[in-house]
């Protein structure tokens, strides 16, 4: 997980996760970015252990686009990099197990188990008239059918006409 562009009451940090079955030293191990490559702390993360580590630790700014981000083993080889082209500001990039891909979420989880949490997005309203314009007293479909939700929510629908007419559904005769 990684957490680029931080709320103004938290700090960036990248976490690093041993998915292996034994305990694995960072010794000799670096991370580095575009601009700078540092040594990791001498710690030890036991099986399934995730450890951030903040910006105070590293000296590492990330880039809130265009960044990318490595692992280096102690032979200096490249072990895992992260590249990421944009951030949206409080959510972190964070490895979704069930997707098996890097997901942002709206709920950052440092040296915790990842919960990926999307903030909602408005609907796209798409109202259309059979008739339009319509002449005094013609009878007029209403329709949003081609309303959309970027999340997949369910959409719902209530119309108001005056003080008088209300409707509900995704089309109405008025």
């Given at each position: 997980?990684?957490?680029?562009?931080?709320?103004?009451?938290?700090?960036?940090?990248?976490?690093?996760?041993?998915?292996?079955?034994?305990?694995?030293?960072?010794?000799?191990?670096?991370?580095?970015?575009?601009?700078?490559?540092?040594?990791?702390?001498?710690?030890?993360?036991?099986?399934?252990?995730?450890?951030?580590?903040?910006?105070?630790?590293?000296?590492?700014?990330?880039?809130?686009?265009?960044?990318?981000?490595?692992?280096?083993?102690?032979?200096?080889?490249?072990?895992?990099?992260?590249?990421?082209v944009s951030s949206i500001k409080?959510?972190?990039?964070?490895?979704?197990?069930?997707?098996?891909?890097?997901?942002?979420?709206?709920?950052?989880?440092?040296?915790?188990?990842?919960?990926?949490?999307?903030?909602?997005?408005?609907?796209?309203?798409?109202?259309?008239?059979?008739?339009?314009?319509?002449?005094?007293?013609?009878?007029?479909?209403?329709?949003?059918?081609?309303?959309?939700?970027?999340?997949?929510?369910?959409?719902?629908?209530?119309?108001?006409?005056?003080?008088?007419?209300?409707?509900?559904g995704e089309n109405f005769t008025?």
């Amino acid at each position: 997980e990684v957490y680029p562009n931080p709320k103004e009451d938290e700090q960036e940090f990248i976490e690093l996760c041993n998915k292996g079955n034994v305990s694995t030293s960072l010794s000799g191990w670096k991370l580095a970015d575009t601009k700078k490559v540092i040594n990791l702390p001498e710690v030890t993360l036991v099986s399934q252990e995730c450890r951030a580590f903040d910006g105070k630790t590293t000296k590492i700014t990330l880039n809130n686009s265009n960044e990318t981000i490595y692992l280096y083993n102690p032979a200096g080889e490249v072990a895992d990099k992260l590249t990421y082209v944009s951030s949206i500001k409080g959510q972190s990039l964070s490895w979704d197990e069930t997707q098996n891909k890097f997901l942002w979420t709206a709920k950052p989880t440092p040296g915790n188990s990842n919960e990926i949490s999307k903030i909602n997005e408005p609907p796209t309203a798409h109202i259309s008239f059979n008739y339009n314009p319509a002449a005094p007293n013609e009878e007029v479909i209403i329709s949003a059918e081609e309303s959309t939700d970027p999340d997949d929510d369910k959409l719902q629908f209530v119309w108001s006409i005056g003080e008088k007419f209300q409707a509900a559904g995704e089309n109405f005769t008025y």
